[in-house]
């Protein structure tokens, strides 16, 4: 099953977290740089969540793009005024372009993640606010809903005609949320987020880290997420997995379970 790996990227929502050190980061390796070292060794591709809270100085961009090979995926998330607040658009949209200005200057292939809240639902004001995004943001963008809304066929053609990734996902099981079960393709590229599974958290938990603090049995990655993702690359030039479940380092023990399991 070895030649199935060639179109799939896997990796995490993040790299830098203090509570991955000694668990997944060997003793002593503390720095930005040596941790990218050591992810490198792993995984083909990584998600960089930090984007949502603060727009970062090109400089971060820079560091990435010399620490990491050409061939290397980046995606990252975009910053919340976009898709929570919807506020500001025109200044974080200059913003935003301006601090990735070295991915594009290098020719860097990378994907831009809008990952909406619950509470944005479908709707045709909604849909004219993807629409404007889709004309003003110039560069591979992924959506992911949250809301159980988005899930019709409207939607699904309306994403192909405006060139988005539809973002699949594993999620608990819990009412109103975009479904699990979904495997649509909108493009040709495709793009795969793991939550966990943790439904008595998701609505309420205590600490924002509790929604995610879940770990994939291998039951679950064998016959459930591994048959999920062969099912969708048949489709796809190229499909992105990115676990979520990084509560102490979850998402790095499920990312490699998946890649050995594939590679059997």
Do not use: C
């Given at each position: ?8 990227r ?12 000694e ?26 969540d ?41 200044d974080?949209r ?58 019709n066929k ?31 393709i ?79």
């Amino acid at each position: 099953m070895k030649d199935n790996l060639e179109g799939i990227r896997i990796g995490t929502a993040g790299y830098s977290y203090s509570d991955w050190e000694e668990i997944f980061y060997p003793e002593g390796v503390k720095k930005g740089g040596e941790k990218i070292k050591h992810y490198l060794k792993y995984f083909n591709t990584l998600e960089i969540d930090s984007t949502y809270y603060r727009i970062l100085q090109p400089g971060y961009f820079w560091f990435l793009v010399k620490n990491t090979p050409k061939d290397f995926l980046l995606t990252l998330k975009m910053h919340q005024n976009i898709t929570h607040h919807r506020e500001n658009f025109e200044d974080t949209r200059k913003d935003f372009n301006n601090s990735i200005k070295p991915l594009i200057q290098t020719e860097r292939e990378f994907i831009v993640l809008f990952q909406f809240p619950y509470s944005f639902r479908f709707n045709l004001e909604n849909l004219e606010y993807l629409r404007r995004i889709s004309i003003e943001f110039d560069f591979k963008k992924a959506i992911e809903f949250r809301n159980y809304s988005w899930d019709n066929k409207e939607v699904y053609d309306f994403l192909k005609e405006n060139n988005f990734i539809i973002t699949n996902v594993d999620t608990p099981k819990v009412k109103g949320l975009f479904p699990s079960d979904v495997n649509k393709i909108t493009n040709s590229i495709g793009y795969f987020r793991l939550h966990g599974r943790n439904k008595d958290k998701w609505w309420k938990p205590g600490e924002v880290h509790e929604r995610y603090n879940y770990e994939y049995s291998d039951d679950e990655i064998e016959n459930e997420i591994k048959k999920r993702i062969l099912k969708m690359v048949k489709k796809l030039k190229m499909l992105v997995v990115i676990f979520n479940n990084h509560y102490q380092a979850k998402a790095v023990r499920n990312a490699i379970k998946l890649k050995k399991s594939l590679s059997e």
